[in-house]
């Protein structure tokens, strides 16, 4: 069992930059560097979206279009605990953010293939 808990989200004007943490903790909260790590979002009405994910050893990440280039993955595993560093961020960023943990080692988007995730924490950005 592992919980994940999501930090840093708040609220910060067009062009501005935010960055979320997300821990883990519980008894299997040691196995936090043998998986694969992503963000998700939803908006207001929308589904949950992918947003990027990372390999367990951080070598390897995966973004989707509309956050390259703006956001940016990383993890420390000696702390059990992931990022997410978002720049130029724009209205439409807004959401509630959550962090995943892979079923395995795989960068995928799709949401079936992680099996815990946070309670989130919501970002929102002002035009």
């Known amino acids: 069992q592992v919980q994940l808990v999501e930090s840093g989200g708040g609220l910060v004007q067009a062009g501005g930059s935010l960055r979320l943490s997300c821990a883990a903790s519980?008894?299997?909260?040691?196995?936090?560097?043998?998986?694969?790590m992503g963000w998700f979002r939803q908006a207001p009405g929308k589904e949950r979206e992918f947003v990027c994910a990372?390999?367990?050893?951080?070598?390897?990440?995966l973004y989707a279009d509309s956050v390259k280039g703006r956001f940016t993955i990383s993890r420390e595993n000696a702390k059990y605990t992931l990022y997410l560093q978002m720049n130029s961020l724009k209205p439409e960023d807004t959401a509630v953010y959550y962090c995943?943990?892979?079923?395995?080692?795989?960068?995928?988007?799709?949401?079936?293939?992680?099996?815990?995730w946070g309670q989130g924490t919501q970002v929102t950005v002002s035009s």
């Open positions: 995943a943990r892979n079923r395995g080692n795989w960068l995928q988007g799709a949401k079936q293939t992680y099996d815990y």
């Open positions: 519980g008894r299997t909260a040691g196995t936090f560097s043998s998986y694969a």
């Open positions: 990372i390999s367990w050893s951080g070598d390897s990440t």
